[in-house]
């Protein structure tokens, strides 16, 4: 059983940073590509970054270009995210993902990865 374990959230005021990190466990397989998504109240789960792992390939979404960096410790098969300048709009609650594809491309959609982690509240205050 593949397990993806995620890094608390918390509340940050606004222009603050935050930090999550998420590890995969469990069954070994090998990860093509990990990606970060968000989903606030009311709204559908919006994509916010990847990283593939076999070129280093990385993307962010627009809303988060500039302000939150994705990196990864392949030999602890973890991912991070590092959150710059949060804004309010940013408050939700952020999920992992991870892609045993080896067709894994941009990582811009849910139907690219098969685990995901439970999710975690970041809720930045104004």
């Known amino acids: 059983q593949v397990q993806l374990v995620q890094s608390g959230g918390g509340l940050v005021q606004a222009g603050g940073s935050w930090r999550l990190s998420c590890t995969v466990s469990g069954r070994s397989f090998s990860i093509w590509g990990m990606g970060w998504f968000r989903q606030a109240p009311g709204k559908e789960r919006e994509f916010v970054a990847s990283k593939a792992w076999n070129d280093g390939r990385i993307y962010y979404g627009d809303s988060v270009k500039g302000r939150f960096t994705i990196s990864s410790d392949g030999a602890k098969n973890t991912v991070y995210l590092q959150m710059n300048s949060l804004k309010p709009e940013d408050t939700a609650t952020y999920y992992c993902?991870?892609?045993?594809?080896?067709?894994?491309?941009?990582?811009?959609?849910?139907?690219?990865?098969?685990?995901w982690g439970p999710g975690t509240q970041v809720t930045v205050s104004s």
């Open positions: 993902a991870a892609s045993p594809n080896v067709q894994f491309d941009k990582g811009w959609t849910i139907a690219e990865y098969e685990y």
